[in-house]
């Protein structure tokens, strides 16, 4: 029997809804926070470069979502958030973080206005339990309601360059006039959903939320739709790959309690001037006026051998360690390895050469601009 570090009985892994049809679809499978998610149906390769040509059809259901409705929300959320969520307009969305009150990322989240008084924050799988009941006690004394609907919704997610044309199909929405993040209500297949205009591909992507009993049939509309398209389904490894060549932060991986937006390069997200101050505020000012000592960049690797996430960055004109890889992976659509790393910043520039070693072998790689990859318009 498997046990947590405790020694108590580990929970058994969540299914979702969608679970026999990957299943069907003869998917692999993995233990992700919490949930038995579809890692590959086959090809993780194929799976990516479909994104990239044509489409994917991803089960995101693991995702979290937290509901703040009330006078207050916005108030509520403008104080225990980065970002100004007050200042999000009826069915547009923004990306912002939870930070603590040393500035250390709590979670990064996405933020949509439903309605005047109504927000819906999408958290991470792995950290919806601790941002729930954080964002809950941020509330206490805001006219606001804070509830985690996360067993509420399931998420699906069509991600590629025909993902619009597919949604298009089985919807009477405006999907060619829908914003990059923003929202709108509606029907997929006939079914109610919230169908979002963003993803975590760097592909043009829509994300339909629906209530779980009807996830498999929105799944299979979407199928049906896009099979003339070349839509394939597509797992978790495949997503990992797309999101590290768009140059997207992934958490506990690129952002950390030990991490603040600034060594991210998200400094853009915070809002020190808004009015009421929020948590992390002193801290994060801190660091904006003293500068980061370590900041996230890309790595090309020079040779064949890919750096994987925790091999030490070396700098080659002195051999001392420098920094550390926090992921990298064969690029299907560049067809060299790459990586993120964070290093001081008089390493930074692009065009330095560092060297990653792989179990003490050392392999050069260039710094590059981030993202690796940007789609055509």
């Known amino acids: 029997m498997t046990t947590d570090p405790d020694g108590s009985p580990a929970a058994s892994p969540r299914r979702t809804l969608l679970h026999d049809v990957h299943a069907a679809l003869g998917a692999s499978f993995t233990d992700f926070a919490g949930w038995q998610m579809p890692v590959r149906y086959g090809s993780e390769t194929a799976e990516h470069r479909a994104v990239r040509a044509t489409a994917g059809l991803f089960d995101l259901t693991h995702m979290g979502e937290i509901e703040l409705t009330g006078p ?6 403008d104080h225990a958030l980065v970002g100004r969520p007050s200042a999000i307009g009826v069915g547009r969305a923004r990306y912002s973080m939870i930070c603590a009150e040393d500035g250390g990322i709590i979670d990064d989240l996405v933020v949509y206005r439903l309605a005047d008084e109504h927000y819906l ?3 991470n799988a792995s950290n919806v339990a601790v941002v729930a009941p954080e964002l809950a006690a941020r509330a206490r004394g805001y006219d606001a309601t804070v509830r985690d609907t996360s067993a509420d919704w399931a998420l699906l997610a069509v991600q590629g360059p025909a993902s619009a044309a597919i949604v298009a199909e089985l919807t009477a929405l ?8 923003a929202i709108d209500a509606g029907t997929v297949a006939g079914i109610d959903v919230l169908l ?4 975590y591909t760097g592909e043009d992507g829509f994300e339909v939320y629906c209530r779980p009993a009807e996830a498999p049939a929105v799944w299979a509309a979407l199928q049906r739709a896009g099979d003339p398209h070349g839509l394939v389904p597509a797992g978790l490894a495949c997503r990992d790959t797309l999101r590290l060549e768009a140059g997207m932060p992934l958490y506990g991986h690129e952002l950390t309690r030990a991490t603040t937006p600034y060594e991210a390069n998200l400094g853009r997200v915070v809002v020190l001037d808004k009015p009421g101050g929020f948590v992390g505020r002193e801290a994060l000012a801190k660091r904006e006026e003293d500068g980061p000592q370590r900041v996230l960049v890309g ?3 020079r040779g064949r051998r890919s750096p994987r996430a925790g091999y030490p960055v070396v700098d080659p004109a002195t ?9 990298g992976s064969p690029s299907p659509t560049l067809e ?18 560092l060297a990653v070693s792989l179990r003490g072998a050392l392999e050069d790689a260039d710094v590059v601009d981030l993202p690796f990859y940007t789609r055509p318009r």
């Open 72 to 77: 207050g929300a916005g108030a509520a959320l």
């Open 299 to 301: 790595l090309a690797a």
């Open 319 to 327: 051999g001392a360690e420098v920094g550390e890889v926090t992921s």
């Open 336 to 353: 060299r390895p790459i990586a993120m790393a964070y290093v001081p910043p008089r390493l930074a520039a692009p065009g330095t050469r």
């Open 121 to 123: 924050v999408v958290a």
């Open 174 to 181: 405006d999907v060619p006039s829908l914003k990059y993040y």
């Open 196 to 199: 979002a205009r963003t993803g």
